[in-house]
Each structure stands twice: as structure tokens, then as C-alpha cells.
């Protein structure tokens, strides 16, 4: 029998016995921005097709919430910060190399305009508002005839924003279950998908979320296929990333991960989507709020999970 | 100018006066430490092996604590030092997260602290002050690029090893096996 025992002489706060720097502030904004970059990358793709009258809740509705999640995303971003007086630092700053400088500076264009857009569908979503003042209402009339590039900026920066979220991860060579290059698409596509659910639930027309149902499919399968491939390349890589895919293999993440993010999250809610394509009546909120809580689940087992994974020496 | 340290693993004894120099010279708060022993037992009775080693930052040459840092606080001075400067850290933990070593901790002030082999020391002409403590003489630090340097000398005859180097940093802590 073989047996190693480590014992190292220190205890400091949230590193040892294993690291926990990270709590529930950055999932919460994992799924914020993911969700937000969703709903963005669409209203920007259908404006674009000039699909606004068939796709209301896509261009007008949803993106209403877009402020409000990114917002919300900051708040959670700020609060995770132990410097807080210092956060302007970012922002006198920029580095290349690192993705939470690009994710900073993202945020810091991608807020405001999605205000802009939110403000431009103002009086079409709220028929009774009103500006109070007049220079807003100009403004806003400057801003509505530019909507065709705010919605390709739109989609530009929805996609750096998804993929930036999973780069954030994987960028750290220090925690194997973070180090895959391919949880900069798969937090994309996830986003994506949480994205659609949240429009597809908002939208009255059945046309609307056929077609949008249609495209969350493939977005699951997408990411089914890509949850496998990333478990797939962790068994075949060296020990410490197969060590990282127990934990989801009959590690202690294997139940939350399966249940809530795999069948609960993707699978189930994909059957009814495609039993109510095929005419079933499904209550429309059932699949697209799985669809968010698995979303949210995933965020929070890969950042607690990723933290407990480490070089061996 | 390249600053590193050699540990030799058969000479330490594991006393933790390394820690408690570090700690009082740097002001290091209660429960916290820029440097650790760790003891590593292996085999079972009575075939058994012991190995004691005094860690801190490995100053990697590449250093993805640096890569990460978004604002620019971590970087790398002279000698190949990786510092932080407090007052350009916000605390957002991507440094730590980076750390194959988890040599980095954050100060109960906000900002991430970590081992500067006490540049403040080193620019006096002094030595770290762990290796001016060590009762066994078993750390060894100067300039691994010049060759009559106490690093060096102890690396010339020695088999060693650095921690991780799988991580891809190019860690600058050796230790002697």
C-alpha cells in the first residue's frame, strides 16, 4: 500500500483547505450577461432580416429587460470586488491580455446601448410614456433613425459579450476545469439559449415562437454536443483535468450537474419544445423557465466546481 | 538579473521560522502568510519518506497572475519580481484564481497580497528576510544568471526540481532533492 499525506502549515481564509475566492456574485453575472447577450444577439439578428413585425417580442419586448440584467450583472460584478473604491482602475486601463479588462470595457459599451435601443422602443412598448423633456424626445428620434447599426453593433458585441463570459473561465490554466478553450462557445451558446427562452416566454405570437423554438433546438443540441465534447477532451488529457471530470462523473457535482443542468435544464425542457412544435399545448413558461434555472445551475457548479480543481505537486 | 531561490529539501526541518520572519518583517495579518511549509509523507511502514519544503510565490517568468491582472496592479519589476501595487488592485480575485501555487491571498484590506522577496530588503543589500532567519541555512537566493551567486552554486551540484512545471509558468523556486 501506498500512501501520501500533505500537510502544509497555513489556513487563510478562502483558500485553504481549497479555494472559494469566488462565490455566488460571478455565477449570478455569468448568467446575467449570458442571458443579456441572448436576447441582444437576436433583436440585433431580426432587425437586421427586417423581421420587426413578426417578431415583436424579439426586437421590442424582451431587449427591455436587456438594461435591467446587465445592470443587475454589474451590481453583482462591484459586489464581488474586495477593493470596491478602486473599480475605476479598470477603466484607466487597457490590457489585451487579459479578458476581464476586455469583458470591463465590453460592459462599459454594451450598457449604454442597450439603454439606447430600450429607450428607442420606449413609446412603442409603453404607448402612454412620456419623455418630460423635449430634448430627450430629439434624442430619441436621432437614435431611432441609426437602429439598423445599433443592431449590428447589437450582435457584435452580444457575441463578445457570451463568449467573453466562458473566456473569463478559461483563461486560468491554474484550475484544469476552467482550461478548455471550448467554454468560450459553450457559455455562448448557453446564453443564447437562456436568451430565447426569456423572448420566447415574453412572446404572444405563435409564429414568433415557432421560429424561435425552432433555433433554441438547435442551440441545445449545440450544447449538449459540446458539454460531451468538453467532458470527452478532459478524460483524455492529463491527470489533474481527468480529476476534474470525476467530479461531474461521480464526483459531488455529478447529481446537481446531471439532474438540474443536463436533464432538467436542457434535455426535458427540448421534449416539451418539441412536443408543442408538433402541436401538444404546452404552458410556455414550463420549458423556458427550466431552460433559465439550468442556465443559472450550470454558471454556479462550473465556478464552484472549477475553483476546487488544481495542479497536483 | 534574474532573483531565485533554492530550497534544499533534505536540509529543512520544517520549523515555520521562515513564516514567522516573513510575517513580522512584512506585517503580514493574523492568519495569513506570504510563505508556508508544506510536509509531504509518502510510502507506508516502514518504508516511509518525508520531505519538507518552505513555498512561497514562485515569481513565475511567465506569470499568469500577471497576464490576468485587468487593471495592471500585478506586475513585474527588475529581477524578474512580481509585485502588486495596492492601490491599482481592486480585488477581483482573477490573480488568485490564475495561481497554480495559491500563493497569493486576499488582505483582509481589499487588495491581493503575495511574497516580494522583501524587495525592500533587497534594495538595501540585504538578503530575504526567511533566508537570513533559516536556523539550517537550507534556503539559498541571488541572481541565477550570475553564476558565483548562492543560487546557483547550490543548484551546480544538486539534482532539484521546481513545483508544477506542467502549469507552463516557468516557476523560479527551486528545490534541491
Known sequence: MKEELFISGRDIPN???????????????????????????????????????????????????????????????????????????????????????????????????????????????????????????????????????????????????????????????????????????????????????????MSKSKYERKVLSRIDLIFIAVELFLIIHMLMGFLAASEVQIEAAQLFLGGEFTVVFWVFVIILGLIFPAILEILELRGFHIPIWIPSLLILIGGLVFRFVMVEAGQITRYLY | MRYAMAIDTKKCVGCSDCVVACQTENNVPHGYCRDWIVENVSGSYPNVEIELKSERCNHCDDAPCVRCCPTGASHIVEGGIVMVTHDECIGCGACIQSCPYDARYSHPDGYVDKCTFCQHRLEKGQNTACVDVCPTSCLYFGDIEDPNSDVSKALKNRAWKVLAPEAGTKPQLYFLT
Not at chain 1, 453583482?76 to 476586455?102: C, G, N, V
Not at chain 1, 430634448?135 to 430619441?140: A, N, P, V
Not at chain 1, 433613425?145 to 457584435?156: D, V
Not at chain 1, 478559461?170 to 478548455?180: D, G, Y
Open chain 1, 15 to 201: 483558500i485553504d483547505p481549497y479555494l472559494n475566492i469566488w462565490h455566488w456574485e460571478i455565477p449570478v453575472y455569468l448568467f446575467l450577461g449570458g442571458l443579456a447577450a441572448g436576447i441582444m444577439f437576436f433583436a440585433g439578428y431580426f432587425t437586421i432580416m427586417r423581421k420587426e413585425k413578426e417578431m415583436q417580442a424579439t426586437v421590442k419586448y424582451a431587449p427591455m429587460l436587456v438594461p435591467f440584467a446587465l445592470v443587475l450583472g454589474l451590481i453583482a460584478l462591484f459586489l464581488d470586488l474586495k477593493h470596491q473604491l478602486y473599480f475605476w482602475r479598470l477603466y484607466t486601463t487597457i490590457r489585451l491580455e487579459s479578458p476581464m479588462s476586455w469583458g470591463a470595457w465590453t460592459l462599459m459599451f454594451v450598457t449604454p446601448l442597450s439603454m439606447a435601443w430600450a429607450a428607442s422602443y420606449m413609446k412603442e412598448v409603453f404607448p402612454k410614456w412620456d419623455w418630460k423633456f423635449k430634448f430627450i424626445d430629439q434624442i430619441i428620434n436621432f437614435i431611432i433613425e441609426y437602429r439598423k447599426a445599433m443592431a449590428w453593433a447589437l450582435m457584435i458585441l452580444a457575441v463578445i459579450l457570451g463568449v467573453y463570459t466562458g473566456i473569463l473561465l478559461s483563461a486560468f490554466n491554474a484550475r484544469p476545469l476552467w482550461n478548455t478553450s471550448i467554454l468560450g462557445v459553450l457559455f455562448l451558446v448557453s446564453g443564447m439559449s437562456t436568451g430565447l427562452a426569456t423572448i420566447i416566454w
